[in-house]
Each structure stands twice: as structure tokens, then as C-alpha cells.
């Protein structure tokens, strides 16, 4: 079964970092795409970043780009996402994302909350 537990979470202010992971279980770890997708409050899922399988090319949107840094750790089984430079149109639960055997899967969630 497919299980991912997203965590590091948080408030901070304008300009802040904070590092998002996901810990991910039910698959082969590497073999398939891995994404971080928020949604921001009254609104749908937005994606935001995914690193490939196999090279590890990363994408991101382009309101991330330059600020947000995708990477997994094949050892630990884990994606993680580096926010730097977080405004406040940043605050949103984020999840982590694996689409597996034609099924999307999704994490639980983790808060982000840019604030003043």
C-alpha cells in the first residue's frame, strides 16, 4: 500500500525558508515521478514542483523558480522541498504526490503559512 507522511510545516514570516519532507513507502522509491502540489486556501490544487525518475530532472512553476528546490533521498526514501525566499502567496497545505500503477496518491498535508 502506498503511504506518504508529509512534515516541516510551519509559520514564518516574509522572506523566510522553511524545508518540507515527505516520506513516501508502498513503492520502488526512484522508479516513478515525484511532485509537491499546494492548495491555498478557497482554491483547487496547484502543482508546484516534480523530479523525475531515473536523472532526476526537476520542473517547477514558474512562481517558484529561483526560490523552491525539489530533491529526494533515495537512502531515507524521502522527497523534500527547500522554500526560500517565502511570500505570503506561498501559504497553502502542501502534499506530496506520486502517481502509481494509473493511481494519483497524496500525503496528508502540511500547513505553510507565510505571514506578517
Known amino acids: 500500500e502506498v503511504h506518504l507522511v508529509e512534515s516541516g510545516g510551519g509559520s514564518v514570516q516574509p522572506g523566510g525558508s522553511l524545508r518540507l519532507s515527505c516520506s513516501a513507502s508502498?513503492?520502488?522509491?526512484?522508479?516513478?515521478?515525484m511532485s509537491w502540489v499546494r492548495q491555498a486556501p478557497g482554491k483547487g490544487p496547484d502543482w508546484v514542483a516534480t523530479i523525475s525518475s531515473g536523472p532526476g530532472t526537476t520542473y517547477y512553476v514558474d512562481s517558484v523558480k529561483g526560490r523552491f528546490t525539489i530533491s529526494t533521498d533515495d537512502s531515507e526514501n524521502t522527497i523534500n522541498l527547500q522554500m526560500s525566499n517565502l511570500k505570503p502567496e506561498d501559504t497553502a497545505v502542501y502534499y506530496c504526490?506520486?502517481?502509481?500503477?494509473?493511481?494519483?496518491?497524496w500525503g496528508q498535508g502540511t500547513q505553510v503559512t507565510v505571514s506578517s
Open positions: 504526490n506520486v502517481l502509481y500503477r494509473r493511481t494519483n496518491y
Open positions: 508502498g513503492f520502488t522509491f526512484g522508479d516513478y515521478d
